[in-house]
């Protein structure tokens, strides 16, 4: 539900509160030359085998501006939404920048916790980005995030196992099915490993069988007609025939686990995962590692549009700076480089011209793939909208619920959250 008018008046005061007395270190200050100075804190959520590449880009910012000292954070994804809304709303301890998943802004801006960033330099070139990750910064008519990584989702895939098995890369989740047995029988692998802890991974099969969370325009639940019921019977499915292995929790590590050391011949999972898996006995070839569109379902293909922005706190003391510094995160230069040390995938269209980055195979593999990637309800409340699949895909996979009960459970859940819609 939107807010009312006397409720976006108070969080519009908590904010230029925050803003004259919050965030960051008390020697943050922009010189009366205009010239930018201080520290900027940055809390970068991204992964292990990203976080060395990170922090370097982000301290060779003083480089270009050496009255700058950058104070690297790394923040664990799974911990950063809410640390974040802590140190925003308590007004203590908030970055001046931060790295923030695509579906976080909106939040963030409702909650009145980012600073609007039209007309300041931070969206420098911002016809320059792709439509679909610019779309992931907006929130109210106005801008807040600059888009640094866009991704999606793709079906990762070990060439020798299929080889072995004499398979070819699935192009459905029905030919999964179909050779799991001969993968079995051949190499000893499971042929899938499937995230059943997380519910951004449930989307595929969603959109597989012709199906969404909500239909945003029409402010109405969807997800729990018989797509959404479809798309949990899938999953249990796979598990059930033992094409797909699972768990219930740490489902990364046990994913990156199996998938590198050969028992599972191919995962679902996106470009940040590219590095971590390359590192796997089963890789040390790189050229072994394949990556495709992810396995279609009954009525369609589809993976959600996932990335990266860059938000600046609305209590910083040093906006200048953060605005600048956010600006740098996410130039062309940037970029170029993050995908050439990373395989990340920009979103500056400028930046796919670039020769190291059209001869990237990660980004031939995956361009594609985001070209084609279902855009995601762009809401305040979108963030919100995965826990209740979360627990409706573990009651599933557990066999404690029946995929037509899970659906039902999400969609009264969705209603709670978003009070006045369908």
Known sequence: MRRGIATTAVVVAVAL???????????????????????VTFWDTSNEAEQGVYKKIAEDFTKKHPKVKVKHVSVDFGEANNKFKNAAGGNAGAPDVMRTEVAWVADFANLGYLAPLDDTPAVDGKDDFLETAWGSTQFDGKTYAVPQVTDTLALFYNKRLLKKAGVEVPESLADIKRDAGKIKDKTGATALYLRGDDPYWFLP??????GDMVDADAKKVTIDQAPGVRAFEEMKSLV?????????SDGWDNGQSAFKNGDAAMQVNGPWAIEDSLAGKEFKDKDNLGVAAVPAGDKAQGSPQGGWNLSVYAGSKNLDASYEFAKYMGSAEVQERTTKELSLLPTRKSVYETESVKNNEMVEFFKPAVDKAVQRPWIAQGNSLFEPIKVSQQEVLSGRTSPSDAAKDVGKAYRKILKDWK
């Open 17 to 39: 509160a925050a803003t004259a007395c919050g965030g960051g270190d008390s020697d943050n200050q922009s010189g009366g030359s205009g010239e930018i100075a201080g520290t």
């Open 205 to 210: 099969y969603l959109y597989g069988e012709g």
């Open 240 to 248: 059930d025939s033992k094409a797909a292995i699972t768990d219930l």
